[in-house]
């Protein structure tokens, strides 16, 4: 087996495309993380022994998500290569902390802007999400470690590189987050059938805006912990938007009510 090739591969995505930069074996995924590479996950087959609980402490003290995969799962990630076990996922940006949202916002002197994702599990929507979040000039993303998508090669791509540019912090909780939130200042906004039509509530000053999930939108004590539920009005028979088309309105509802507010207009209605 060729070292080169066994250390690191892309894994085709169904375009045919590279999408996902992978370390495969036990020491290059030991290399890799002494050495700070971006790794977004680390896939370990639990029957796997030896060095395997090294690599899983060396991933958390990084705050590098570990999950369980067993053996015909990793063959397949790295189509039939000798994994050892181990497969560890590159990732397109480093995550940072809450800390360093406020900072973003801060040093643009403005209130911070930030989008909060409730298990947004599909890459393509969380890509999308950031994307706009980009374009809308928010200040940051948040995303929880669990029953996520996350900032893999898919995401970067369907964001159009803009998960280079947005800061995504990856917390453990996140209602643990939005309470951290509150308590600088920030006003949660949650988006949900049973809110308010979303073009009467006043949208400026601190602000975090919480995307639901594709299916089941947001969690109950997600929905519990939010200042104020939103909606978007329904006038068809379809009663439901994509997770990312619903983000994009709501988030420049808040772009047009923060232009309106900085220029003495009026920013509802």
């Not at 063959?75 to 973003?104: L, P, R």
């Not at 909780?173 to 049973?194: C, F, M, P, Q």
Request: hydrophobic content about 40%; glycine content about 10%; charged content about 25%.
């Amino acid at each position: 087996m060729d070292k080169k090739f066994n250390r690191e591969r892309r894994r085709p995505d169904d375009s045919g495309e590279a999408s996902e930069q992978l370390i495969i074996g036990r020491n290059p995924v030991i290399e890799a993380l002494k050495a700070g590479m971006k790794i977004d996950t680390v896939y370990i087959d639990p029957n796997a022994g030896g060095s395997a609980s090294h690599i899983s402490a060396l991933a958390r003290e990084r705050g590098i998500v570990v999950k369980d995969a067993s053996e015909q799962k990793l063959s397949k990630m790295c189509g039939g290569a000798s994994h050892q076990g181990v497969i560890a996922v590159g990732a397109c940006a480093e995550y940072v902390s809450i800390d360093e949202i406020f900072a973003a916002a801060e040093s643009r002197g403005e209130d911070p802007f930030i989008i909060i994702c409730d298990e947004i599990e599909d890459p393509h929507n969380l890509g999308a999400i950031i994307r706009t979040a980009e374009t809308a000039g928010a200040h940051g993303v948040i995303i929880p470690k669990r029953r996520s998508a996350s900032l893999n090669f898919t995401v970067f791509k369907t964001s159009a590189g803009a998960a280079s540019y947005v800061p995504v912090a990856r917390v453990p909780n996140l209602v643990s987050a939005v309470e951290e939130l509150k308590e600088r200042g920030v006003w949660i906004y949650g988006t949900d059938g049973s809110g308010e039509d979303y073009s009467q509530a006043k949208l400026t000053g601190p602000i975090a805006l919480v995307i639901g999930s594709e299916g089941n939108g947001m969690g109950r004590l997600m929905k519990e912990h939010c200042d104020c539920l939103l909606r978007l009005p329904m006038a068809g028979r379809i009663t439901s938007l994509n997770a990312s088309v619903a983000a994009g309105i709501f988030m420049y509802e808040i772009v047009r009510q923060r232009r309106a507010a900085s220029q003495g207009g009026d920013t509802v209605g």
